[in-house]
Nanobody, 117 residues
Framework: QVQLVESGGALVQPGGSLRLSCAAS????????MGWYRQAPGKQRDLVAF???????NYVDSVKGRFTISRDNAKNTLYLQMNSLKPEDTAVYYC???????????WGQGTQVTVSS
């Protein structure tokens, strides 16, 4: 059974930092690129960053230089270090394979990140 469990979201002030974690099933984690996605209220879910099984990282322009994606293959865990947070980063953050597992038919519960003063 596939599991994707995100954690680490919180309310943080602009300029603050958070570290998100995602515990994933080993069956999908070790061989796949993994990504962080986010969905703001009233908007579609978008890819934020992804990392290949070999460790190559890619980011959307809006988070380059502020976010760092990493993975621990021994723990089947994906991370997202978010620094210099902005109000526009407010969203529910999800992890999934990249591209999304089963064409996006399965997602975890996500973790809420709110950036506000």
């Amino acid at each position: 059974q596939v599991q994707l469990v995100e954690s680490g979201g919180a309310l943080v002030q602009p300029g603050g930092s958070l570290r998100l974690s995602c515990a994933a099933s080993g069956s999908i984690f070790s061989i796949n690129a993994m990504g962080w996605y986010r969905q703001a209220p009233g908007k579609q879910r978008d890819l934020v960053a992804f990392i290949t099984s070999g460790g190559t990282r890619n980011y959307v322009d809006s988070v380059k230089g502020r976010f760092t994606i990493s993975r621990d293959n021994a723990k089947n865990t994906l991370y997202l270090q978010m620094n210099s947070l902005k109000p526009e980063d407010t969203a529910v953050y999800y992890c999934n394979t990249m591209p999304p597992f089963r064409s996006g038919s399965y997602w975890g519960q996500g973790t809420q990140v709110t950036v506000s003063s």
